[in-house]
């Protein structure tokens, strides 16, 4: 089975695993990590787990992480989907995105020619 987390269930995610960070409480982190999945997800991944306790599962990944890294939350995750037969699958890291956004919205100056005409008009126009 593949699950393919979005760009707002990753940032959600983040945002969340950030402020766990700051204040050492995971508990709102556990509810956003669970929303991010759909209601089938849940279901088949509770399927495959002993306990059949999605809730309880993410309780056992939180305990496992350090709490400083949020990178490494979501390779935890990763790797304990994985044992259960579940791909996860994400966009890159909203870092990137943002660069690359910033970059798309930035549009070229391709008349440099006109900037240089509009210099010189200047120079010709001062005594």
Do not use: N
């Not at 089975?1 to 409480?25: T, Y």
């Not at 909203?94 to 970059?103: L, Q, R, V, Y």
């Amino acid at each position: 089975m593949e699950i393919h987390l979005d760009k707002r269930a990753l940032r959600q995610i983040r945002l969340s695993a950030a402020d766990a960070v700051e204040e050492g409480d995971t508990e709102a982190l556990r509810e956003d990590v669970l929303e991010a999945f759909s209601e089938e997800q849940v279901e088949e991944i509770e399927r495959r787990l002993d306990s059949g306790d999605f809730f309880e599962f993410l309780t056992d990944v939180l305990d496992e992480w350090s709490g400083d890294d949020v990178d490494e939350l979501f390779e935890l995750l990763e790797t304990q989907l994985g044992d259960l037969g579940v791909d996860l699958k994400y966009e890159p890291r909203e870092d990137d995105d943002s660069e690359e956004e910033a970059e798309d919205d930035v549009e070229p100056d391709d008349d440099d020619d006109d900037d240089d005409a509009e210099e010189d008009v200047v120079e010709e126009e001062e005594p």
